[in-house]
């Protein structure tokens, strides 16, 4: 898939189209994410350098880090928040959160292993193998708990910041994350799409073992 003609994958309820200093902007971060994904096959994660993966970008070092504050969020970074947040503000407005994310999580993963699943999978891969990225990972999770939670304030009435809705993100970010964590120590093998209907179904029956 090459990376400059990339453009974010469409959901049911998605924003209108990029303008074009947005279309741009687009295309120079997917640049870079490629371009450290090619590096890292060839080479290894800690002998790819900023400096390279900018050259093979055709970007400066300064524009790689106008887009990623580190090397780990440029393997991290995706352009699936924006979808989620309109998959999920499309969902009926009686429908229960666990069943309105559960939909939601699952038509945005289902979205991104068929148009970007040898991303997936190296990144996935990366996050096994890097200590550094999967700490990260946990860190940047962060941006996507506030937008779930904004959206499921809206649909509930509470408050982002009510100690319920934090509780509910966190419960079903934490079983995404160790959903995928476990797909790739597994050797990537199994449904993954199953495996977080799975971990879903655990959360909804009350954690019993």
């Known amino acids: 898939m090459a990376a400059t003609s990339h453009t974010p994958p469409t959901a049911p309820g998605a924003q209108p189209p990029l303008g074009l200093r947005e279309r741009k902007k687009l295309r120079t971060r997917v640049a870079i994410r490629k371009a450290t994904y090619r590096l890292i096959a060839e080479q290894g994660y800690d002998a790819t350098t900023i400096e390279q993966i900018a050259e093979a970008a055709e970007v400066s070092p300064s524009t790689v880090f106008r887009y990623f504050a580190t090397k780990e969020d440029i393997v991290l970074t995706d352009e699936y928040d924006p979808i989620m947040e309109a998959s999920l503000?499309?969902?009926?407005?009686?429908?229960?959160?666990?069943?309105?994310?559960?939909?939601?999580?699952?038509?945005?993963?289902?979205?991104?292993?068929?148009?970007?699943?040898?991303?997936?999978?190296?990144?996935?891969?990366?996050?096994?193998?890097?200590?550094?990225?999967?700490?990260?990972?946990?860190?940047?999770?962060?941006?996507?708990a506030k937008l779930l939670a904004q959206v499921l304030a809206a649909r509930t009435g509470r408050s982002a910041g009510d100690l319920k809705i934090r509780i509910f993100v966190a419960a079903v970010l934490g079983a995404l994350r160790e959903v995928t964590l476990y797909w790739a120590e597994q050797g990537q093998t199994g449904d993954l799409v199953a495996m977080v209907n799975e971990a879903l179904d655990t959360l909804e029956g009350g954690l019993l073992l």
């Open 89 to 144: 503000r499309s969902r009926p407005a009686d429908e229960p959160p666990l069943v309105a994310v559960r939909l939601m999580m699952v038509e945005t993963l289902t979205t991104f292993i068929a148009t970007d699943s040898e991303e997936l999978r190296q990144r996935t891969r990366l996050m096994v193998e890097v200590p550094a990225i999967r700490a990260r990972m946990t860190e940047t999770m962060s941006d996507t």
